[in-house]
Structure formats: structure tokens, C-alpha cells
């Protein structure tokens, strides 16, 4: 059977696609089969751009956010999560989280100054409580 390179936390993993197996395993790049812990054979299906998609997921700096997966993959599927990005898509994605992260301390920056207050940015201490 074929089984599916997806990205989790920057690990390249496939999944056992039979029915009756739940096991997961990490693969290297070029790996071309796997035994799952069943004893399927799994043969190890990678998208052409595999390095450049693992590279534009490096870039972020929270493992948590490394991740990815190929077009209608099951587990993106069943998750609600995007699938089929490229590489440029990833990069977007990561610029978009930034920006609205800055956005958020924005906002918690203002609130605090409302109130007569100041996060200490390099302590990350509330100051005038």
C-alpha cells in the first residue's frame, strides 16, 4: 500500500493507510518503504517538492507550527487543516500568523496603556500595578 509523507512538528511521517493498523512512522528523506508495526509494507509516496516545503517550514520558529500536508490528506481532512500548500503558500501562512500575532500585542499593548499601565517588553512585567 501506499502511504502518504505528510510534515508534523518538522518530522516527515506517513501513516499505515490500512484499515485495521492506527501506526505512525517518521521517515528520511528518500526512504522508499516502511514496515508499520502490523508488518504492512508500506511503500513511501513524497511530494516532488518535499525539500522546499520542509525548508519554507523551517523558517517558523515553533515546531508546533511545522506542519503540512499533501492534497486531501485523511488527517488534514479530518482536522480542518489546509492541505496541498506550496511552499510560497507556507511562507504566506507564516507572514499572516506573524502579522496578526503583532497585531494582538498591539491591541494588549493599548489596553494596558487604557488602563494606566506597561508591559515591560524585555521582562514581559506589568508595570504601574
Request: aromatic share 4%.
Amino acid at each position: 500500500m501506499i502511504a502518504q509523507v505528510y510534515i508534523n512538528w518538522g518530522r516527515f511521517v506517513i501513516d499505515c493507510p490500512h484499515s485495521d493498523c492506527h501506526d505512525a512512522r517518521e521517515v528520511t528523506p528518500g526512504q522508499q518503504a516502511e514496515v508499520c508495526a502490523a508488518g504492512h509494507l508500506l511503500v513511501v509516496q513524497w511530494p516532488p517538492d518535499a525539500a522546499q516545503i520542509h525548508a519554507a517550514l523551517a523558517e517558523r520558529p515553533q515546531e508546533r507550527t511545522r506542519n503540512w500536508f499533501p492534497q486531501d490528506h485523511p488527517v488534514a481532512l479530518q482536522g480542518g487543516q489546509p492541505h496541498g500548500q506550496s511552499p510560497d503558500d507556507l511562507r504566506d501562512e507564516a507572514r499572516q500568523r506573524e502579522e496578526a500575532a503583532l497585531d494582538r500585542a498591539e491591541q494588549a499593548r493599548a489596553l494596558l496603556a487604557g488602563l494606566g499601565l506597561e508591559l515591560d517588553p524585555v521582562t514581559g512585567v506589568v508595570k504601574g500595578l
